[in-house]
């Protein structure tokens, strides 16, 4: 395997017509780095990764591979490795055929390249299905082939555009361990792009959240999830409840009158923000007649079982409405039941403005 490199991105802009794709992109990607773009649909997630390609070329901005400025550079001259969304393998040939497609066209010799072939095939366990036709494989073999494909002539970049979105919940599961040992083996450069923030945060080394053509948060996977910069990156990484609150030193209101809570927040904050708590950090238990801090009396509107936990919908009469996530094993409150919602003040997530 060739030398895996560094990625930069400097300014990079990509506009059609009024519509601003992409605005001042900046990142850099660290040799051996797994980069997700994560995003809603329609942020530029995969612009950007296109442009990495080559396939487009920016308004303004360069990209630069270990110092070396391609922006310039055709894509077929950057020797990188895409995986597609769908699969896009040839139909009239085999497992082998596919794979070693870039080598012959390479010229890389028959021995070597039937060499290559072996050891990609081995790397994605599909040994067994070499002389196989695409339609004669499930859709997690077709994007095995798929990856094996864009790792066999050794590129230097990986890229990735939503490879998994194809594929049923347990494809997709098998096919993202499989991708993270592969690129894990391989110590190779890659982006990512995925709209699943599970996805991002099981696989990824760094995240860069997108909106609207701008890259709003960088961070591991953890820093992302317990440290969110804005109330959209809160609520993009799966922080179900939001609460409006005006704080006040290391003690905060909850807008509408629902309570207090005692929360953990720099001394001497003051003025409204959000906290944000997950579902499974709210403690459910019957109503304690002392009540007691950062409590919250709660009536259970809606409870669905989730096969590892139970999903409690609750409303309190301040108007707040709570989502919360139980042990399957602990007692069912059943629809219309009073219960005590309490939520921890360490586990809460304090972000500036109002959701």
Known sequence: MTATPRLDLQGIAKSWGRLAALRDIDLAVAPGTFVSLLGPSGCGKTTLLRLITGYLAPDSGRLLVDGRDITEVPTHRRNMGMVFQSF???????????????LEVRGVPAAERARRIAEALAMVHLDAYRDAYPRHLSGGQQQRVGLARAI??????????????????????????????????????????????????????????????????????????RHPASIFVATFVGYANALPVTLAGDAATIDGGAGRLRIEAPHGTSGTATAFVHAGDIVLSAVAADGGPNRL????????????H??????????????????????????????????????????????
């Open 310 to 355: 139970i999903e409690y919908v609750l409303n309190h009469a301040g108007g707040i409405r709570l989502k919360a996530h139980a042990p399957i094993d602990n007692a069912v409150f059943a629809r219309g039941t009073t219960v005590s919602a309490f939520i921890p003040g360490a586990k809460l997530v304090l972000v500036p403005g109002t959701a």
């Open 152 to 225: 066999v002539y050794r590129p230097t970049i990986l890229l990735l555009d939503e490879p998994l979105s194809n594929l049923d919940a347990s494809l997709r599961e098998e096919m993202r361990l499989e991708i993270s040992e592969v690129t894990r083996r391989l110590g190779i450069t890659s982006i990512y792009v995925t709209h699943d923030q599970r996805e991002a945060l099981a696989l990824s080394d760094v995240i860069a959240l997108m909106d609207r053509g701008r890259i709003v948060q960088v961070g591991t996977p953890e820093d992302i999830y």
């Open 297 to 308: 009396e709660c009536r259970v509107a809606e409870i669905a079982f989730m096969g590892d």
């Open 88 to 102: 896009a393998l040839f139909p009239h040939l085999s497992v082998t055929d596919n794979i070693g497609f870039a």
